[in-house]
């Protein structure tokens, strides 16, 4: 887990982990510098995603609605927690036992920040097949490398598909982010005989982004 992220990815873990802070929070108040009406917000959020996570879980009371509440009530739930852990870890004024009693991991301040790469991706279309193309990346700095540069944890994919060229990233689609090699990218019956033209900048864990990629085109086979 990243020194910014604070809780876990899996569903149950996720739950155990907010149930905690929601308790500790609404127990100590004043400890964190919140708020009675705060800590209320809090524990409403996570009830309501408890609720939905037990319907979701169990087999007599699980259905696609359940499961697609589930994942909205975790969604609030965790914008709302997140929204505090982060005001808890970097509150000076909290001792760092408090913060980890609550779950929140202290500043660590001998931690070099991990920044995002300042290189641009090299993107390559190696086959174009009918509908659709398969594509390699790479960073500017080492192309022979297949691996992301140090700092990206992921590539992220721009296509824009018009009848020429296309130069300007910002009309470009978001495709996807990827981790590693290759990429497909699918088309429509529609698109065939089109041109997609793609752009990829790099991207950190912690939301930063790179510089764009040149543009790099390729006719969408029929």
Not at 35 to 48: L, Q
Not at 197 to 220: E, H, Q
Request: proline share 7%; hydrophobic share 45%.
């Amino acid at each position: 887990m990243s020194d910014n992220s604070f809780i876990p990815r899996q569903d149950a873990n996720a739950l155990a982990w907010m149930v905690a802070f929601s308790t500790q929070l609404s127990a100590n108040a004043g400890t964190y510098f919140i708020s009675a009406a705060d800590a209320a917000t809090i524990a409403s959020a996570v009830s309501a995603y408890e609720t939905a996570f037990s319907a979701a879980t169990n087999p007599a009371t699980r259905t696609p609605a359940a499961v697609s509440l589930k994942d909205e009530t975790r969604n609030a739930a965790e914008q709302v927690c997140r929204q505090f852990a982060i005001l808890i870890k970097f509150n000076a004024g909290i001792s760092t036992q408090a913060k980890i009693d609550a779950g929140v991991r202290p500043v660590n301040p001998d931690r070099e920040p991990i920044e995002c790469p300042q290189t641009s991706p090299l993107v390559n279309v190696k086959a174009a097949t009918p509908g659709s193309h398969t594509l390699s990346f790479a960073d500017s700095l080492d192309p022979e490398k297949r691996a992301k540069p140090w700092g990206a944890s992921d590539l992220l994919l721009f296509c824009a598909v018009a009848e020429d060229d296309v130069n300007d990233p910002s009309l470009a689609k978001f495709v996807g982010k990827f981790t590693k090699n290759p990429i497909s990218v699918e088309f429509t019956a529609a698109q065939n005989g089109l041109q997609a033209t793609y752009f990829a900048r790099w991207s950190s864990r912690k939301g930063d982004v790179g510089p764009w990629s040149l543009p790099v085109s390729m006719a969408i086979a029929a």
